[in-house]
């Protein structure tokens, strides 16, 4: 490609609702543009990236064994309807009418689709297993679209579906994708890590997602020192406390905060630790509402909490409303002593272990202080209920527990018979028996992860792409050209010699000033450069520089080819 004829369109300032760096350097570099919220156009730069970023993903799940599918974005109600995933799916499912009334939904995934032909095409288990993909637009209606590419509302994933007799071959693919996805992301020339994840009902090592690590990263993932053990903070175990609850020792003591209702106030006014405290939170459960307790510096983990039989599937605090309405405060004085008696207790572990701890005393503008357990609190249940902090013990024993931030750029699962048991796709297994076949579901957020290498690779300059996802990998930079047509000719000779050796490279031709050019390439991150200059040209050398190297060299033609191959 030569410049001169290509689009680009490349801006210094720095966009000022952009809030990380990707998004920035998107925007700086003219890769993306923005048409509505979450909805961008890739410009003929980005989609270069996008395209090898999608070709490494293909050619990979290609050699796993997986066939390409192709299925519409366009779904209609009644799929969803089966799996009860029309309502349940929530607000993020963008739903559409056509001329006739029937309702659809752009699709934000495609376990329905995959699941309808695979009941239609497969019948016998000599067709198994088998695994789908494709390389589709997604939609998904999300609450806070933000970071450009990185958390879209329409957004290009790889998603793959695997179908099985037995729950140990969909174990087996499991494994060949998690392969397979390990060198995906090698290849893609990014940090990652692979942590286990949250798998609803299914439980065990039933799920995990890749993560690009980056400080902008949305996940946290708690990961120990002294083992392999990584997991999606979500799921991460509080392992319970070595101690025993210690005996009581003060009386239970209300005492006046008439301002103070968090657990930092709280804990300054009365001079305690908030390790000594407990916070409560009241939640909305199935029958009323339930009291949620951990320790004052710990934090609720949501997921944990949707997880326990007295909620419905998902935690919502209550209102100031429906609190006042049953105990007769604010939320900032709530406590587990002295609680109207219908309301379930369920305690951290690190929190059921505390004695004469400070809570609040349910009433405006007081605490108590001497609180205990047992003596002036019911407990209903203890369980895992905190999110991990570093610090605390590895759940499997090894090691202490560190966090870091992570992009999801993959999720694998194994979802067992849930779709296609509420579908109905069996098969006839060799007794002639009709069986509920497993499955498997294997997504990469492809979009997200032109953001997320963008996370990893930058400096002040611009983009720092590695070698296997850059727009171009070479660019030759032609000074003066017009000054003296040889140095066109070398410039378009070296060119034309990259191109036939198979080298990605792009011909900076547009006749700008050298500063100005330069700027362009390292702003939109080419990872080789080539100057051909007069001076070069005299000397019959060019001057070539690594993207992250801090100096040029003066190099022949064929020390250059060397660099590059
Ligand atoms: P997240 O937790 O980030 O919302 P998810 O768990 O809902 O993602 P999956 O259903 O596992 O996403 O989708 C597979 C992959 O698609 C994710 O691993 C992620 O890389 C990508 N992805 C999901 N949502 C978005 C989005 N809004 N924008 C861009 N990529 C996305
Ligand atoms: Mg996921």
């Given at each position: 490609?030569?410049?001169s004829?290509?689009?680009?369109?490349?801006?210094?300032?720095?966009?000022?609702?952009?809030?990380?760096?990707?998004?920035?350097?998107m925007?700086?570099?003219?890769?993306?543009?923005?048409?509505?919220?979450?909805?961008?156009?890739?410009?003929?730069?980005?989609?270069?990236v996008?395209r090898?970023?999608?070709?490494?993903?293909?050619e990979?799940?290609?050699r796993?064994?997986?066939?390409?599918?192709?299925m519409p974005?366009?779904q209609?109600?009644?799929?969803w309807?089966?799996?009860?995933?029309?309502?349940?799916?929530?607000?993020?499912?963008?739903?559409?009418?056509?001329?006739?009334?029937?309702e659809?939904?752009y699709?934000?995934t495609?376990?329905?689709?995959?699941?309808?032909?695979?009941?239609?095409?497969l019948?016998?288990?000599?067709?198994?297993?088998?695994?789908?993909?494709?390389?589709q637009?997604?939609?998904?209606?999300?609450?806070?679209?933000?970071?450009?590419?990185?958390?879209?509302?329409?957004?290009?994933?790889k998603?793959?579906?695997?179908?099985?007799?037995?729950?140990?071959?969909?174990?087996?693919?499991?494994?060949?994708?998690?392969?397979a996805?390990?060198r995906?992301?090698?290849?893609?020339?990014l940090?990652?890590r692979?942590?286990?994840?949250?798998?609803?009902?299914?439980?065990?090592?039933?799920?995990?997602?890749?993560?690009?690590?980056?400080?902008?990263?949305?996940d946290?993932?708690?990961?120990s020192?002294?083992?392999?053990?990584?997991?999606?903070?979500?799921?991460?175990?509080a392992?319970a406390?070595?101690?025993?609850r210690?005996?009581?020792?003060?009386?239970?003591?209300?005492?006046?905060?008439?301002?103070?209702?968090?657990?930092?106030?709280?804990?300054?006014?009365?001079?305690?630790?908030?390790?000594?405290?407990?916070?409560?939170?009241?939640v909305r459960?199935?029958?009323?509402?339930?009291?949620?307790?951990v320790?004052?510096?710990?934090?609720?983990?949501?997921?944990?909490?949707?997880?326990?039989?007295?909620?419905?599937?998902?935690?919502?605090?209550?209102?100031?409303?429906?609190?006042?309405?049953?105990?007769?405060?604010?939320?900032?004085?709530?406590?587990?002593?002295?609680?109207?008696?219908?309301i379930?207790?369920?305690?951290?572990?690190?929190?059921?272990?505390?004695?004469?701890?400070?809570c609040?005393?349910?009433?405006?503008?007081?605490h108590y202080?001497?609180?205990?357990?047992?003596?002036?609190?019911?407990?209903?249940?203890?369980?895992?209920?905190?999110?991990?902090?570093?610090?605390?013990p590895s759940p499997?024993?090894?090691?202490?527990?560190?966090?870091?931030?992570?992009?999801?750029?993959?999720?694998?699962?194994?979802l067992g018979?849930?779709?296609?048991?509420?579908?109905?796709?069996?098969v006839?297994?060799?007794?002639?028996?009709?069986?509920?076949?497993?499955?498997?579901?294997?997504?990469?957020?492809?979009?997200r992860?032109?953001?997320?290498?963008?996370?990893?690779?930058?400096d002040?300059?611009?983009?720092?792409?590695?070698?296997?996802?850059?727009?171009?990998?070479?660019a030759?930079?032609?000074?003066n050209?017009?000054?003296?047509?040889?140095?066109?000719?070398a410039?378009?000779?070296?060119?034309a010699?990259?191109?036939a050796?198979?080298?990605?490279?792009?011909?900076?031709d547009?006749?700008?000033?050298?500063?100005?050019?330069?700027a362009d390439?390292?702003?939109?991150?080419i990872?080789?450069?080539?100057?051909v200059?007069?001076?070069?040209?005299?000397?019959?050398?060019?001057e070539y520089?690594?993207r992250?190297?801090?100096?040029a060299?003066?190099?022949?033609?064929?020390?250059v080819?060397?660099?590059?191959?």
């Amino acid at each position: 490609m030569r410049l001169s004829r290509f689009h680009l369109s490349t801006v210094k300032e720095v966009p000022a609702d952009a809030e990380i760096v990707s998004h920035q350097l998107m925007l700086r570099t003219g890769m993306v543009r923005k048409l509505a919220a979450g909805i961008y156009t890739w410009s003929p730069l980005g989609l270069r990236v996008l395209r090898k970023v999608e070709a490494i993903v293909r050619e990979e799940m290609n050699r796993a064994g997986a066939m390409e599918v192709l299925m519409p974005s366009i779904q209609p109600r009644e799929l969803w309807e089966e799996t009860e995933r029309w309502q349940r799916f929530g607000g993020q499912l963008l739903k559409i009418k056509d001329r006739k009334e029937q309702e659809f939904c752009y699709g934000p995934t495609h376990e329905e689709v995959i699941t309808d032909f695979a009941r239609q095409e497969l019948k016998s288990y000599k067709q198994l297993p088998l695994n789908f993909y494709q390389i589709q637009t997604k939609f998904r209606d999300e609450i806070r679209p933000r970071f450009g590419v990185m958390r879209a509302r329409e957004f290009l994933m790889k998603d793959a579906y695997s179908f099985h007799l037995t729950q140990d071959c969909l174990a087996h693919e499991y494994a060949n994708m998690y392969a397979a996805y390990t060198r995906i992301f090698t290849r893609l020339g990014l940090g990652f890590r692979a942590v286990q994840a949250d798998s609803g009902a299914i439980g065990g090592d039933a799920s995990h997602e890749f993560h690009v690590l980056a400080d902008s990263g949305e996940d946290a993932i708690a990961f120990s020192t002294g083992s392999e053990y990584a997991a999606n903070i979500e799921l991460a175990e509080a392992v319970a406390p070595g101690q025993q609850r210690p005996p009581a020792q003060s009386p239970l003591t209300r005492v006046d905060t008439p301002r103070q209702k968090t657990i930092e106030e709280v804990s300054s006014f009365l001079n305690v630790q908030p390790a000594e405290c407990v916070k409560t939170l009241i939640v909305r459960g199935r029958d009323g509402l339930v009291a949620l307790c951990v320790r004052g510096d710990h934090e609720i983990n949501e997921v944990k909490a949707q997880k326990l039989a007295e909620l419905p599937g998902e935690s919502e605090l209550a209102s100031e409303a429906e609190i006042e309405a049953v105990v007769g405060c604010k939320p900032g004085f709530i406590g587990p002593a002295g609680l109207p008696a219908g309301i379930p207790v369920i305690v951290d572990r690190a929190a059921a272990v505390l004695a004469d701890f400070v809570c609040g005393g349910n009433q405006n503008g007081s605490h108590y202080t001497g609180a205990n357990w047992g003596r002036d609190a019911v407990i209903s249940r203890i369980e895992d209920l905190r999110k991990v902090v570093v610090g605390d013990p590895s759940p499997d024993g090894q090691g202490e527990i560190r966090i870091a931030r992570g992009i999801e750029v993959g999720h694998v699962f194994q979802l067992g018979q849930k779709y296609a048991e509420a579908m109905g796709a069996t098969v006839l297994d060799e007794a002639g028996q009709k069986r509920v076949m497993y499955m498997g579901c294997y997504g990469i957020g492809v979009s997200r992860i032109v953001a997320a290498a963008i996370e990893q690779n930058f400096d002040a300059a611009g983009v720092i792409w590695p070698d296997a996802i850059a727009p171009w990998r070479v660019a030759v930079c032609v000074i003066n050209p017009k000054h003296d047509p040889a140095i066109t000719a070398a410039a378009d000779a070296l060119y034309a010699d990259l191109c036939a050796a198979g080298i990605d490279a792009v011909l900076d031709d547009r006749g700008l000033r050298a500063g100005q050019m330069f700027a362009d390439i390292e702003l939109i991150g080419i990872p080789h450069r080539v100057v051909v200059s007069e001076r070069g040209l005299a000397a019959g050398t060019f001057e070539y520089r690594q993207r992250r190297a801090s100096e040029a060299e003066a190099l022949s033609r064929d020390q250059v080819f060397e660099r590059l191959r």
